[in-house]
Nanobody, 125 residues
């Protein structure tokens, strides 16, 4: 399974960005998609996750109301729409797909099997 991300970059506070993630090469579709982020010296944090089976979603408290995860089945693509970005959103963002938990949304990085290459998001004036 290959996971390729795109998007990210530099944006001013209050701005918006959209991250994309394409998963390919799988025999069966993933159970879960997740977006995570990491800053130096800290653990990787679950930002937003999606359960494919029941379309349940998870958002970490700090992004609720600002970020939206969505999926385009036809394109095998998952998106993270990020609005009203804040400097504290600055991090390397990773997309991941999981085959471990078939039901319910999963927000722990340990439950994901394949990872994208990471993309830098910097929120600064």
């Amino acid at each position: 399974v290959q996971v390729v991300q795109s998007g990210g970059g530099l944006v001013q506070p209050g701005g918006s960005l959209r991250l994309s993630c394409v998963a390919s090469g799988w025999i069966a579709p993933p159970y879960n998609y997740g977006w995570f982020r990491q800053v130096p010296g800290k653990e990787r944090e679950g930002v937003s996750c999606l359960s494919v089976k029941d379309e349940r979603t998870f958002y970490t408290d700090s992004v609720k109301g600002r970020f939206t995860i969505s999926r385009d089945n036809a394109k095998n693509t998952v998106y993270l729409e990020m609005n009203n970005l804040k400097p504290e959103d600055t991090a390397v963002y990773y997309c991941a797909v999981g085959y471990t938990i078939p039901g319910g949304v999963v927000s722990s990085a340990n439950e994901y099997d394949y990872w994208g290459q990471g993309t830098q998001v910097t929120v600064s004036s």
